[in-house]
């Protein structure tokens, strides 16, 4: 039975029908009592348990050819779209977009019948526009259906001959849109936009009019320097203003510095950075970056300082997150971080800016909803953002997170032992090229190396495609052996390429040892094998950076821990394939625990023991758009994910990895940095240190590698004199042989740092 304090709308839906069937003049007023009525949240059920709203919508739809149908349309239409500016807040993404939907869906088979009314044309611009603003955002990627949704909204404004305030109001908001998302526009249509709005602006307007007015004007003026504009605009009126502080400041330095009153402008800019919305998907943080951006580009002095001040700003706001996971997602604004780092002067500043960024991945929202059973408050935050992007003005304040994110602290380079070098790399895309920023341990000097990232990143991608396919070889070792050749051949030419674009990686003191830390797709290049041609009169030879220097590797500078840590206890080898070398028949593996067919189970047994060493030999997968589905193939499959819930710590533990792609995450975009790989995985929860591979393993080769390892007390070094020995005669082998050894044995690395 029915709860009795649900209401019906059954009464009001029957008047609908009797007037259809009938064809009585009292069709719109049925209508509206509907609507009205549909309102109240108790009216959500009919006796039957459903709601009848698009039911009767369809009826009226379907119903005769009549004047008077076509007006209880609109009418209801109307009223519906008022009722969804006024109730969204209280709906979900999904129920906010069935909503809209729906409409579209009643509506779209009378455009043809109605393409000169209108009312109608305003009507579904609208809706499309609402529509528009719910299309999620993929990292930094614009969904291409929220471009057709705000050119479908344009068109039908421009079909509108004699347009009303609200049409010409809501073709501002279209096109503050497109330029937002740097999608092309007509400019003349815009100029016209702007000058209607102008002529109709009125200071004492309701305050988000006005608010609108100001952003469409200002834009307007910024492109195309109309000075009569801000003669309206009042800074004392705007100063007055109560809610919405934030985008009022801003529009106030936007206008001031239109005004060439760069005081004022310095002084608004900050109070709006004071004000700072809690959601990183409010439009805010967009315009704050593009302001900034517009003084740099004007050689306005104050944008060193608010670039810096925005930064530290978002860092605060990262930590009220709450969550690590959800705070990836915000790498989706490098520009301000790309500003930043221009700003400061200080080497020690462009490291901490820079690690900002890293291994932070941008996941659709789908992915990050996946992660919100196990994580507090996450759903909370997540629909407040969804309300944000959607709406611009949060209408109910968002609920404190329950506790802050610690505050990354900056470990100086100084206390790594004098021997290491260590080299932090950042892609700046605002510049178009990227930085090394070195720190010799010993001496405490630093240096910075600009370098143009173009041709390697396109010899980068030329190796991806060709490492990146599934091939079929059924077991033929000679189809396997061409296969791997091909692919040697790439990944040769990338190494020799790492060289031609950062030759000062040659130049580091010999015997140091070298840590990188870096950024972009800069994170899946195998730096310790770059490749540099060495000419001694007529002769010359290959040599590669591994000969010099042993290498590790750190996804983030934050994730360097130097505490102490005790060795764990014990030593387990897990292993999911039959492999040409049995290991166990090794004198030295007979202290080891042995699973031969281990499975889920006994993977999550052996992190909750702390070992001193896991070896890991199975299949492994990274995931293509979602890094938290990159998976070693255990039975069920073993995700990302599934390691940091597991809420394990293995503080005294270094893991021997020997699955393929278990230490490259596959980028979409090279500058997503994205580099949550099985590896940083591991390191996530606490490993010591991780030996893997950055792509498909050659199992003998791999087995052979980390058997001569087992015993070193420095990975590293032991890696680095271990490809020494596979590449002694490098010079001297066939150009097949090159490419084979280089493929199975080069992109070996170690991640951690101990």
Known sequence: MMDSTFQTACQSIEEISNAIKNKKDNLPQALIKYAQENLNPLTALCQRGVSNEKNAIQDITNAHDDESYHEALFELNNIKLKSYEACKTSMNHSQRRMFLEDMIQVLKNKENEFKTNTDFLLLMAKIYFFRSLLFRPKGRTVPARKIEALKRSEDLIQQIKNKSTDAWRLSGQIFLSLIAINEPYDEEIFEEVVFNIEEQFDMENDPLTVINDIRVLLTGSEQKNFPDFLEKISLKALNNYTEHLNDVFLLMARTAFQKKQIEDTELY??????????????????????????????????????????????????????NIYLRWYWSRQNKLYDLAFIATESLEDKVMIADSLKSRPCLRFKQLREMSPYINNFDHILNQEDEARDNRYLKKKPSKPRKKLPKKKFTDCQMLDNQWIVVHFYINEFEKKAYALIFYCETGNSAIESFQYTELFRTFISWQEMELPEYHYENNNEALKAINCKKGKYLYQLCREITRTMPFIFEFPENKSILWVPHGFIHRLPLHAAIKEETNGACSKEIFLFEKHESRYLPAWHLLDLKDRQDGNGHTFLKRYTTTLDLLTKENLKYYHYKKRSNRDYFFESLKKNLQTLIIFCHGKANVTNSFQSRLKFDPPITILDILKAKVTIRGCRIFLGACESDMAQPIEFHVDEHLSLSTALLLIGAKEVIAGLCKLWVPTIEKCYFDLLDSNNLSKSLSIWQRKKFKNWNSMSKEEQYLVIYSSAPIRVMGFI
């Open 269 to 322: 800019l900050t109070k709006s950075m004071d004000e700072a919305p809690a959601a990183f998907a409010d439009p805010y943080w967009d315009d704050l970056v593009d302001f900034i951006d517009l003084l740099k580009t004007n050689n306005c002095f104050i944008w060193k300082k608010a670039a810096l001040k925005a930064h530290a700003v978002c860092c605060e706001k990262e930590t009220e997150i709450g």
